[in-house]
């Protein structure tokens, strides 16, 4: 069983399970080692190995650049130790998860279409252990077979019954996906690793909750808003709730919504779409759902905890939006980047 040394830290922690990368060994053992996607694609789990080998069967990750593969940089959500290993990595304890990860074999319960791309899939985790983790994060989802991992935000809340519920998009190509929706049928298992993220809802802050979702950035949201709504303690909190979708088809959530209770007084939902050309009888909102946030918002928008979620390019014009003209402070703004 390795051990790994963070140099300069005092830090160290064990590899337990052989099929542990870096990242993960030190989160389970409580470490805030920095990390955002734990697919390869942030670059922000980058270490440098000083001791010891590594296996690392992805040395082209997209978050390593030809500047970072020659100075030897590596990636700890992509590497497992070999050996015993000291490395120099950036630790925070703003990175230490405040439910450790757990990996477990779960069964699909059931699965429903939300929209034609989006499904959901609820897992019941074995023995109904608890399912521990908060609104707004991810977990990793691998096939038994070794297909994955792949990572999908939770849509559901923490809960005492095991229940694991996300709304997944199909996407073109894309092996996981693929193999969710065309062969995972009730009654299936899928190998379950979580809770991650730091997108999480915020429910000490007192100020009104922001959330703009596109695509199936929906699930993670979807989780926030029921949070908020279903917290005694978040009871004064309004929610500005804005979705993007190509065309009508695309929108949904609004039926969970409105079952959640206060959602008549507390819930402002404001769809949207980006392909009006495909959609005659559309009388709402068109355009990018960042440029409706800003003309509708854009005095007032510093005063909200703004969580987002959705495709890289709708992540990064919406986090330059609220921080170039929303002036809102970097603390105040969630969100876990996905590639
Ligand atoms: Fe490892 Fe993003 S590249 S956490």
Known sequence: MPT??????????????????ILRAGLTAG?????????????????????????????????????????????ACQCKAKTDLVIKMRTDPEYAPINLPARFEATLSSRRDVTSDIVEFCFQAPDSSDAKFLPGQYAMLTFPDGRGPR??????????????????????????????????????????????????????????????AGGSGISPMLSIARGVLMDPDMEGRQVHFYFGGRTPEDLCGLDELKALPGFDRRVHYRPAIS????????????GFIHEIVENQLGNELSRFECYLAGPPPMVQATTKMLQLQGNVPTGQIHYDPFY
């Not at 670059?43 to 030809?66: M, V």
């Open 151 to 212: 990572a999908y935000s939770m849509s559901n809340l923490p809960n005492g019954d095991g229940v694991w519920e996300f709304w997944i998009r199909r996407k073109p190509g894309g092996e996981v996906s693929g193999a969710l929706f065309d062969e995972l049928r009730v009654g299936g298992r899928i190998v379950v690793d979580g809770p991650y993220g730091h997108a999480y809802l915020r429910a000490e802050s007192e100020r009104d909750i922001l959330c703009i």
């Open 4 to 21: 790994i040394k963070i140099e300069g830290t005092g830090e160290q922690f064990e590899q337990t399970e052989s099929q542990d990368c």
């Open 275 to 286: 392909m009006p050309e495909y959609a005659s009888d559309w009388t709402g909102d068109t």
């Open 31 to 75: 470490y805030g080692l920095a990390y955002e996607c734990n697919s390869g694609g942030c670059g922000t789990c980058k270490f440098q190995l000083i001791e010891g080998e590594i296996e690392e069967p992805w040395p082209t990750a997209p978050a390593l650049s030809a500047r970072d593969i020659k100075k030897g940089r590596k990636l």
